[in-house]
């Protein structure tokens, strides 16, 4: 197939975010960040998770608009050509953007917004927004890694092999995150990401 995107999403110089608070939390997939991300949300809704744009086919049950936007690789290209992604990266075979106006809008009402992305993104997040918080989610090791994205039993044995062979650069970059929490038992991960999230956001959360 021929590639649609041939640009990696680019990075805007350093902008400020003068009201709310940006928070990235990245991780291998598998590792539980979806199911942290739930948690936390329905501990504080007043948390904004930003919903991702993306070209993957929904998994049962996942809902337009809820999980993610699912759109065709053309239209994603075009939300590049227009600007309309603050960040943007390929991962397995598929991408994924944030949409840069609700993020944005978030921010400027004072709200402390979630971004839950995958590596590149991160990068470009820190590069344009160098004052975000961003957490980097550990496995407790790859093994254990493997057996959550089996067990999820979502993805097609070559999307594991996929996201397994990725698993490995990204771990070797959690020391580019301000702070690595391991999830092992749940609800430890799921208290040191909601500590950590409010001692950063602090009124940018209420
Ligand atoms: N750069 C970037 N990555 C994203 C975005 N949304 C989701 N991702 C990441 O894309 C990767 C794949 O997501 P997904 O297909 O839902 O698989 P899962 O993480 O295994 O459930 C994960 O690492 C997500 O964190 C986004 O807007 N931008
Ligand atoms: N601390 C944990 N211990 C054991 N299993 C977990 C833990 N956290 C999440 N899981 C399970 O691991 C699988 C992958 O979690 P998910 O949230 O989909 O990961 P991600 O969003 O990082 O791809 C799910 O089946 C989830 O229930």
Not at 164 to 187: G, P
């Amino acid at each position: 197939m021929t590639p649609v995107l041939s640009l990696q999403g680019s990075a805007t110089p350093p902008n400020c975010l003068p009201e709310g608070k940006l928070i990235v939390l990245t991780g291998p997939s598998g590792v539980g960040k979806g199911t942290l991300v739930r948690a936390l949300l329905e501990r504080h809704p007043e948390l904004y998770f930003s919903v991702s744009v993306t070209t993957r086919a929904p998994r049962p049950g996942e809902i337009h608009g809820k999980q993610y936007y699912f759109v065709s690789r053309s239209e994603f290209q075009q939300m590049i050509e227009q600007n309309k992604l603050l960040e943007w990266a390929e991962f397995a075979g598929n991408y994924y953007g944030t949409p840069r106006d609700t993020v944005l809008e978030q921010i400027s009402k004072g709200k402390c917004v979630l971004l839950e992305i995958e590596l590149e993104g991160a990068r470009q997040i820190c590069q344009s927004y160098p004052e975000a918080k961003r957490i980097f989610i550990m496995p407790p090791s790859l093994a254990e890694l493997e057996h959550r994205l089996r067990g999820r039993g979502q993805d097609s044995p070559d999307a594991i092999a996929r996201r397994l062979q990725r698993a490995k650069d990204e771990i070797s970059a959690a020391d580019e995150f301000d702070i690595q929490i391991v999830n092992d038992d749940f609800e430890t991960a799921l208290d040191a990401i909601t500590s950590t999230v409010f001692s950063f956001c602090g009124n940018a959360s209420k």
